[in-house]
């Protein structure tokens, strides 16, 4: 209670007085010093995060460096237009062209207090979910499952490194989920609460929040690729399937956005085959040069019961199901089937590759996960991406992206097809 006061107390003094500018310039600056290898935050993160985290030092740099390669000012003062129609919104009544036309002009206006309870899995969302905050001007604390606190506590280091006072409104908790008094006090102080995770973790913070307070949850989400046959014609395919491997690469395979599934359109050519035949090739290529890194005793034995499973599967239907997998580790799996039901991966480098005669037969076998799909990867010829972009969408895919970028977002994506910004502000209109 009298961290989340300070907090407050703080961000009166330091943070509500400056304007949208000032705060950002906070970011970018932040953003460049971390892309500098002698930065000293950075070399800390690359050299001490494999072992806090699991991540290997390549998969760690690549993932920080995409991230903060995006943190520019042009970014998000395009995030900030897009969510909020102007600029200065959050500093001043401001009007966009057709508000003035009408003589009116909105303030909007961010939670004083605003509680994140981030997900485990990868360190980005809480760090967006940082940077968001800042934006609209709230104190926040950003309550980390246990043991997953080590980057966006870096983060918010060099928050603090680059403006102390800014970085005074921002405090980074662990502790094991389901610490009733810790958490009831955060509940009672806030003004609005963020949570991604599964569906009944989110159902179980929704109900002990006061009535008050606004609440925004993302849940369990998935993703899948679908490539088709114009797209693997010629040289095209080679560049897919390097494209396909920095989807299941980056961060491990561990995010909502990362491909459980890639289908490929196929017909008498055995498309889908080859491809994942490359697939396994460029994997074991990346375990060379981006290791995976090591992971926990249960996650390894699922995979190894997955393999064995599939080892059964292929000698008795080997027209249908083949697999390749690491040597004397499970550093890598690629699984290709014929039937198009969706299938959960067990991550961490562990993919399906299956064939399918047509989008249709694809939406067919998704619809058990249809309304979790966060990210649909595609591969499509110039003539066709039109067409499946706008069957997909109003199928319900939030966001559709070429292979090769799942998990590397743009700064303006609306998360699960929702406002970044403009959900966790308050408005206020003058009509003069």
Known sequence: TEACLALKRNREHYLIVRDTAAIIRILTTTAENWLEDDYPLR???????????????????????????????????????????????????????????????????????????????????????????????????????????????????????????????????????????????????????????????????????????????????????????????????????????????????????????????????????????????????????EPRGKIPDEAAADIAARRAMYEVRTAHMPDNSRHWCSDGSTAWTVIYETDTLFQLSCLNRFVYVKSTPNLDEVLKGTETVRDHVSTVGLAAGEDEKEGIVTRLARWGATRICPIGRMQKPPLTWRHDGRPLLSDLVRWTDWEE
């Not at 290997?56 to 969510?83: K, P, V, Y």
């Not at 280091?157 to 980074?172: F, M, N, V």
């Open 43 to 289: 070399q800390i993160a690359l050299e001490e995060g494999p072992k806090e985290t699991g991540f290997s030092r390549e998969t760690i740099r690549i993932g920080l460096d995409h991230f903060f390669a995006q943190l520019t000012g042009e970014n998000l003062e395009d995030l900030l237009n897009q969510e909020l129609g102007h600029l200065k919104r959050l500093d001043a009544p401001s009007s966009a062209r057709y508000e003035s036309a009408a003589h009116r002009s909105s303030l909007a206006t961010g939670p004083d207090m605003l509680i994140h309870f981030a997900a485990g899995n990868i360190p980005v969302p809480a760090m967006m979910s940082m940077v968001l905050g800042l934006l609209v001007k709230s104190a926040q604390i950003v309550k980390c499952a246990r043991g997953s606190s080590y980057l966006p506590r870096l983060f918010a280091h060099s928050i603090y490194d680059t403006d102390s006072k800014a970085g005074s409104c921002l405090e980074i908790v662990d502790w094991k989920g389901g610490k009733k008094g810790l958490e009831d006090a955060l509940f009672k102080q806030s003004d609005c609460v963020t949570a991604t995770g599964s569906d009944e973790t989110l159902k179980a913070i929704r109900r002990r929040l006061p009535e008050r307070v606004r609440f925004m949850g993302y849940g369990h989400q998935v993703s899948f690729g679908y490539i088709t046959k114009e797209a693997m014609a010629g040289y095209r395919a080679k560049r897919i399937v390097r494209d396909a491997a920095d989807d299941v690469v980056a961060w491990n395979q561990l995010g909502c956005l990362s491909p459980h599934v890639f289908y490929v359109e196929d017909d008498s050519r055995d498309l889908a085959l080859r491809f994942a035949e490359k697939l396994a090739d460029e994997l074991d290529k990346r375990e060379q040069t």
